[in-house]
């Protein structure tokens, strides 16, 4: 939820304030702020995204919240075609506050409140998230995490969609485990393979996104009985706007039965994704420079 009293001109620094104007606080996270405003020189909307040193995390754990911050901005300058729409320039430390600015994405929920008929690729969706998911797990080794309206975002100059906000429901295995490699090693491996219920909560996503409303999920997902429950699941695939193939993984990926949905490899190889390669692209070398001229 957005806090009532934030003023926008008391969050932004000098600088941002000379350079762009009517700033509007369009997402609050767990630990960072996201506002839109509109820049002097080119009249274009901008999202500034915000350190917020007054969240909770940050004021019990400052050096972690600094640390997803800067993470997360770094995964958003791996996705493609980041050079063409992020402002290192505009980067900068004030205090304890960090300022990244980029074109404009919002959160789904956002934009589904926001417009009368949003209209998204589902399949690119899926695809975009199912990247999301092994990145996070393989490289973050994070132990749960959900995907919903509030923390999915969509970059609109390039067509993307992400994960955001990443303290808020995801911890990285280390952080909580003590003792041998092998106890790590194992919680590692069960991470691996016990994700059933990531996958469903990105099929669930997809059917929102796809036009199914939200009353009619929670009552999709309460019903108790297999029969029942396959009939509806049959019943909302048909209403929601999509491609015969889109409905086939979302079937598989909202299966009751945990063991038997589609799995992360599966779902890696449909959308050819095991054979990338991620090159870092031009907007990480930019951005890097950039980190070490202000640290400096």
Known sequence: MLPVTTDPLEIMSESLKNSHTEFKLITQTSYYQVYQARSLSSEEIHTIRVLDPSSELAKTNFNLAATLFFQEILRFCQLPDTNQV?????????????FF????????????TNSKEPKHDINRLLKDLVEEMEYLLKHKKFEKFS???????????????????WASNTLPANTSVSGPDSKTTEIKDCIKSDISAEIYSLGCLALSVGGFKQKELESLMAIESLQDYNSA???ALKSIKGDRNVKIFLR???DKEPNQRITLDELIKEFGLETKKVEPPESISLFSKLLLTNVN
């Open 147 to 165: 995907f919903d309206c509030q923390r999915v975002f969509h970059l609109k100059d390039v067509d993307k969609f992400f994960l955001g906000d």
């Open 101 to 112: 600015v980029s074109k404009p994405y919002y959160s789904l929920i956002h934009e589904m």
């Open 252 to 254: 598989k990926m909202l």
């Open 233 to 235: 699941l049959e019943g």
């Open 86 to 98: 992020i402002f290192p320039e505009l980067f900068e430390f004030q205090g304890n506050k960090i």
